[in-house]
């Protein structure tokens, strides 16, 4: 079993904390983080990360603030730090394992922050001696909780931390525009809610799915103007979108799992009519 309590109970208990407790995490603890971390490489659509446990720094921490609200990140006494050479799913693969790595962490009493942005050339690639062909697209603080203020409650308001698109929205049968009743996802509603709870950058919940008989079509419903723009691309930013669809992939399989439901994903566009050119097809769940 690769958590200790329901993978379900971990996802709604995970929350993007902003505010640690400045007590470093026993030996022991980080010894089972670092022991998941090495075992933690290869993502279901077969990229390879590393990932590294680090120790935070009051430069770590200085380097966030020019990333909005990352900015306020108090008190963390660590940082998990992925880094994954250019392959065509590689950020998908990363969000997933990514993800993976930050339920085990909650899983063991610590709370964690996606910290998604410009980490490729930044001191956080210096830490894990990134080669030039890999990339970091996201890095995620850790550490213990501390309660949240009354500064940090308002950033959650503000980031939309606790707003998700309805159902209907999300989930659709055969095609787009006809969304999916909940009870004609029979065994799949579980896993469908864990995707629509997840975390995603600026909360855009880019994820579509459509459920084709026994196959789920995974789509990104792009935000205009994000992603694939040259001002990324010249910057070397990381497509955040691609590493929210791997976070979704992760909460559906860990769930169905649970529930017994056997599947694999391929990558298989299905004919489906897309209504516009902000969808686009990531990966099938054939369960």
């Avoid at 996201?138 to 203020?149: D, L, M, N, P």
Wanted: net charge positive; glycine share 10%; proline share 4%.
């Amino acid at each position: 079993m690769l958590y200790s309590k329901p993978v379900t109970e971990i996802i709604r208990q995970r929350f993007s904390c902003r505010r640690y407790f400045e007590k470093s995490i026993e030996d022991d603890k980080k010894e089972r983080l670092i022991g998941f971390l090495s075992s933690n490489g290869t993502g279901p659509l077969g990229s390879s990360v590393r990932f590294h446990l680090v120790a935070a720094t009051e430069q770590d921490r200085s380097s966030l603030k020019g990333l909005g609200t990352y900015g306020v990140i108090r008190g963390a006494t660590g940082f998990i730090i992925g880094a994954v050479r250019h392959s065509k799913k590689n950020l998908e693969d990363y969000g997933y394992l990514m993800e993976r790595a930050i339920l085990y962490a909650t899983d063991i009493g610590l709370g964690t922050c996606w910290l998604g942005g410009t980490f490729t050339r930044s001191r956080f690639a210096k830490k894990i001696s990134a080669a030039n062909t890999e990339i970091i697209p996201a890095v995620t603080s850790i550490g213990y909780r501390a309660e949240r203020g009354r500064f940090e409650g308002t950033m959650h308001q503000i980031v939309g931390a606790d707003n998700r698109q309805p159902w209907e929205n999300l989930f659709f049968r055969k095609k787009f525009g006809d969304p999916l009743p909940p009870d004609e996802a029979e065994s799949y509603a579980g896993p469908l809610a864990m995707v629509r709870i997840g975390p995603s950058a600026s909360n855009k919940q880019p994820w579509r799915i459509i459920k084709d008989g026994n196959i789920w079509h995974f789509y990104i419903q792009r935000t205009k103007g994000y992603g694939n723009t040259l001002t990324f691309k010249l910057l070397r930013l990381a497509d955040l979108q691609r590493v929210d669809m791997g976070i979704a992939m992760s909460h559906f399989e860990f769930t169905a799992n649970e529930l017994g439901l056997k599947g694999k994903w391929v990558v298989k566009e299905p004919q489906i009519e897309k209504p516009d050119r902000l969808i686009e097809y990531t990966v099938s769940w054939a369960g």
